[in-house]
């Protein structure tokens, strides 16, 4: 840690006050004066929020804000890029994740959804069964039941049961997504993340990939960078407004979205920059 412990606690004790207003629920996520580094250039400042669980939460801001790089920090995607510099505490279920280094099992606990589908070029029952044959479930009853529910999860199911030994390339682009997300499901994550899930899809998928979300969250805690604000005001709970690696404003969709305390979540939601 680059800090004191004495300075160090001061901002956790102001941030704990910033964040105590936010605290509902459970925290499944706490995020404690996190600064993240790209070489010498800092791209997130003191971060601190908690993010509750089996809740949407929507991170929204102008393009180069830090929102992708705050949403890799919990599933420590920043760690695969050279001369990144990562320090202050996320907290998941009492575990700060960088004092441990086990991370395909926080990569299990913690799935992740690209703004763009991913797919890899094989059948979709093999894009959704990689994941659990990876951790070294072989049996076929087993996979069968693990690759419908995931479908089924991902609201997919009925399109692609009968043609699930075809490629998953040949479906159309909403649907690679929502494969995505019962690939992500498949692993049994607790917390999912996306990374602007819907920018690639038309307003109808888009619609679909919402519906899903707002399903979802009755079993997962969903974080999720959207560029829509309307994407934002209609699938979350809670919205953070971030700002030149800085979290302005974060507090329940309704009220940032009608009444925000600062002036500068206004004039972002109101289209003035950004
Ligand atoms: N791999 C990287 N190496 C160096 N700098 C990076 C890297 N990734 C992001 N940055 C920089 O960090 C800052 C935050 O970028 P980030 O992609 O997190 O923002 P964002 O809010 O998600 O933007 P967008 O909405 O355009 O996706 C930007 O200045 C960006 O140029």
Redo the contacts with the bound molecule.
Sequence with gaps: MNITMTERNNTINVNLSQVSEQSQGTAKISVRDLNLF?GE?Q?LYSLAMDIQEKEVTALI?P????????LRTINRMNDL?DGVKINGDIIIDNENIYESNDVIKLRTKVGMVFQKANLFPMSIYDNVAYGPRMQGIKNKNKLNEIVEESLRGAAIWDEVKDRLKTSALGLSGGQQQRVCIARAIAMKPEIILMDEPTSALDPISTLKVEELIANMKKDYTIVI?T?NMQQAARVSDKTAF?LN?EIVEYDLTDKIFSMPKEKRTEDYITGRFG
């Excluded at 393009?63 to 705050?70: D, L, P």
């Design positions: 790209y250039k791209a801001g393009s180069g804000c830090g929102k992708s790089t705050f890029i960078v560029h971030f690696g």
